[in-house]
Every structure is written in structure tokens, then in C-alpha cells.
């Protein structure tokens, strides 16, 4: 069973490679993502509030705005697929889904700015700080909320497996990206666009 997970697991992360980290650009962001999100992971023990802040406003947003504005969307060449079947098959946040989920993180401040105990959850806000302080306790929440809700939607329509290896997957990025990725700025400094090595791989894999 768990030689099943760990064989799951290497090949959602390939799959997310090949198919979604053609752009040098998008990898080198994702290096800036994994190293501070490894930051926010440690920090997550010490100030939530501090995790949570650089998690969104540095980790995610690197990491989202090299899928949304660099990863080419044309015919994947290497892997033979459309943008659209790539889209449909993608176990995790496809673009549609992470427009859903950064709006409800764009506009949570703005739900808390009118709404200062969030509808009676929270305690209300009284300074600028305390409201930052809040924010990033509701950001911390949509992490949380954005990454339980696709893994038990994973278990309704795949399996229960494919769930729990995919939330595995969200929370180990970090660690494999740092080791994928370290190269890709180097090679973005030199001029290269796009991973040469992708199509090498994918034909040995």
C-alpha cells in the first residue's frame, strides 16, 4: 500500500512537472516560491500570522503568476496534449480553479475592511496592524479551507488515494521544487525560455 502511494505520488509530481513547467521563468519563480514557502512552514510554528502573509503574498503569487502569465498555453509539443486536455485532467487546481481561489483570497480584506468580525467570527479589528494581523488569520483559513476542500473532492470523484497523495504532493512542492528548480535562474540569466530537457525526458520516461 504504501509503495502504491509513494508510485502515486511520483507520478502526479511528474505529470505536474511535464506538462505545467516548460517556462524557465515559471520555474524560477517556483524556486522563489519553495524558498519561502520553506520560510512560512517554519515561521507557521513560531508567528501564523507572519507564515500566512508570506505565504500568499510572496509564495503564491510567484508561484501562481508563472503559471498565469509565462507557461505557454499553445500545443504541447513534448507531450503531445492540447491546453485544454491538460486542463481537464489536472488532479489538482487547473487556471479555472485558481481563479476561483485567488479571487477569494483578493477579496477577503476587502469582506473583513466592511464586515470587522468577518459576520461574528472574529474578534474586530481596531488599528491597521489588527487588521493585517485578521487578514492573515482568513488568508491562513483559505489555505487551509482551498487545500482540504480539493483533497475530500479528490476522494468523491477519483478515490480516497488519489486525495491524500495529491494533498501529500501540495505540501511537499516546497522540498521537490528547490531540488528541480535550483538551475532554472541560471539558465533564465543565460538566455533559455523554455526547458530543453523536458522533451529528452518525457521520451525516456
Avoid: C
Avoid at 77 to 88: G, L, R, Y
Avoid at 99 to 104: A, E, G, H, P, Q
Avoid at 178 to 184: P, V
Amino acid at each position: 500500500m504504501i509503495k502504491n502511494f509513494l508510485q502515486e505520488l511520483r507520478t502526479q509530481r511528474w505529470d505536474d512537472h511535464r506538462y505545467y513547467h516548460h517556462s524557465r521563468i515559471n520555474q524560477s519563480l517556483h524556486f522563489v516560491s519553495a524558498a519561502s514557502f520553506l520560510f512560512a512552514y517554519v515561521m507557521l510554528f513560531f508567528d501564523p500570522v507572519v507564515s500566512a502573509l508570506v505565504g500568499w503574498l510572496v509564495s503564491m503569487t510567484t508561484r501562481q503568476a508563472g503559471h498565469f502569465f509565462f507557461e505557454p498555453r499553445g500545443y504541447d509539443h513534448v507531450n503531445q496534449a492540447t491546453h485544454e486536455h491538460k486542463e481537464e485532467i489536472k488532479v489538482g487546481y487547473n487556471l479555472q480553479r485558481k481563479v476561483v481561489l485567488m479571487t477569494i483570497w483578493a477579496l477577503s480584506p476587502l469582506v473583513l475592511y466592511f464586515s470587522p468580525t468577518l459576520f461574528g467570527l472574529v474578534e474586530p479589528w481596531t488599528s491597521n496592524a489588527d487588521f493585517m494581523r485578521q487578514v492573515a488569520k482568513v488568508w491562513l483559513a483559505v489555505g487551509i479551507g482551498g487545500l482540504l476542500f480539493r483533497t475530500v473532492h479528490l476522494f468523491f470523484i477519483r478515490d480516497v488515494e488519489t486525495g491524500l497523495v495529491w494533498m501529500t504532493k501540495i505540501l511537499t512542492d516546497p522540498f521537490s521544487d528547490l531540488k528541480l528548480y535550483y538551475k532554472a535562474p541560471l539558465a533564465l540569466m543565460k538566455g533559455e525560455l523554455i526547458d530543453p530537457g523536458l522533451e529528452k525526458h518525457v521520451k525516456h520516461a
